[in-house]
């Protein structure tokens, strides 16, 4: 399966070069025959998710281990049994039986909550909420403080808004997270709020596709119009922290058409979410995470204006995922937030800001 079917690549480019001729009318038809093929993508691939993630409610969960424990253990080690409580405080507690373990280097590293990985046997799953997972990731906040909830998400809304974009995105639930540390005298308890990341493995096997298993790839390898529906994402939430050329914060998969595909994830250097440990590398030529940059690679200007068209035309299914999220956020971070996504819109519908801010930056093999 292709974010842009076969057929229409080829003549979307065509097209494209036809619009500076004033065929404008052409190009719209078959975008829009291209947008109804996304559609259906994403339509197929709502109906393969597991039950944890056909919801949005929030979710109670109770984890309880030693901080201390799991921070200092390597992620290739062996974790922590336990279990995993779920459910409602009216409505009673289930449990699954799990294996914890700390993940992830600077959140790992700097943070108070270390971010987790949670491991689970098919069989001990099966018939409940967590059928057909094996592994979760469980995204933390990175201090005890006032408004680490926030921040948190924020990262969650990242994931969220890119939904509508690409069917090929980690799926993702917040839940309202109770977190005792055992390996305390009094055993003290946190109440946070955290996100379940779905396993990249199942993200694969969605699509009938397989991890990359080499770390470093040649970014042009990519599937052409998935890695630009990618890198604009990447440049719409503000984030420079990653690179598909060795597979930081970014997952590769292989379709069984032999297309390789960018996954991303970990938003928390976002200018989006704007964390207050956020930093940017001194190599970029920025002050600040809220500073975009266009960090990816160049290809023909004809994709990068169709992709340009892409996303003004699904904008409204951005901001109704935007509004649907946000509700579990503060309300005063929500206009920052507002304001940070219009204007990359505003960028896209004008054309001089558009070729100032995203193609004359792609940056050449």
């Known amino acids: 399966m292709r974010l842009f079917p076969s057929f229409l690549c080829p003549l979307m480019k065509m097209i494209l070069r036809d619009i500076k001729w004033g065929k404008e009318l052409l190009f719209f038809i078959l975008l829009f025959t291209f947008l109804g ?10 109906s393969k998710k597991s039950i944890l993630f056909q919801e949005d409610e929030l979710l109670d969960v109770r984890l309880g281990y030693s901080f201390k424990e799991v921070k200092s253990r390597k992620s290739d080690e062996e974790g922590k049994s336990g279990y ?4 409602k405080e009216d409505q009673g507690w289930d449990s699954i039986p799990i294996i914890t373990r700390g993940r992830g280097n600077f959140r790992r590293d700097q943070c108070f909550f270390t971010p987790l990985k949670v491991h689970m046997k098919k069989k001990e799953v099966k018939g409940t909420l967590f059928e057909g997972n094996k592994t979760l990731k469980v995204v933390l906040p990175c201090q005890n403080a006032k408004d680490a909830s926030d921040f948190l998400v924020k990262e969650y809304i990242c994931y969220k808004l890119y939904e509508p974009l690409s069917p090929y995105h980690f799926n993702s639930r917040l ?15 946190y109440d946070v709020k955290a996100i379940f990341i779905e396993d990249d493995g199942l993200v694969a096997d969605r699509f009938g ?7 470093e790839m040649n970014p042009m390898r990519l599937q052409d119009t998935a890695s630009v529906v990618h890198d604009f994402f990447q440049f719409f939430i503000g984030n420079t922290d990653w690179s598909a050329a060795v597979q930081h914060n970014v997952t590769i998969m292989q379709l069984p058409n032999t297309a390789y595909i960018p996954l991303c994830y970990d938003f928390d250097m976002t200018g989006m979410v704007n964390a207050q440990y956020a930093t940017v ?20 200007e004809a994709l990068f204006q169709y992709v340009r068209a ?32 219009k204007e990359f819109f505003d960028i896209l519908k004008n054309d001089k800001k558009f070729k100032d801010e995203i193609f004359s930056r792609c940056r050449g093999v």
């Not at 596709?209 to 770390?215: E, I, V, Y």
């Open 281 to 300: 590398s001194e190599k970029l030529n920025i002050n600040s995470v809220r500073q975009r940059l266009y960090r990816g690679f160049c290809r023909d």
């Open 84 to 87: 995993l409580f779920y459910g």
């Open 310 to 341: 892409y996303y003004l035309e699904r904008e409204p299914m951005v901001w109704e995922a935007f509004h649907q999220a946000a509700v579990h956020l503060s309300p005063k971070e929500v206009p920052a937030m507002k304001q940070y996504m």
């Open 175 to 189: 839940i309202n997270l109770n977190l005792t540390d055992e390996g305390s005298k009094q055993q003290k308890a």
């Open 37 to 46: 093929a996304v559609n259906f993508s994403l339509s197929q691939q709502e």
């Open 209 to 215: 596709a397989k991890l990359h298993k080499g770390r």
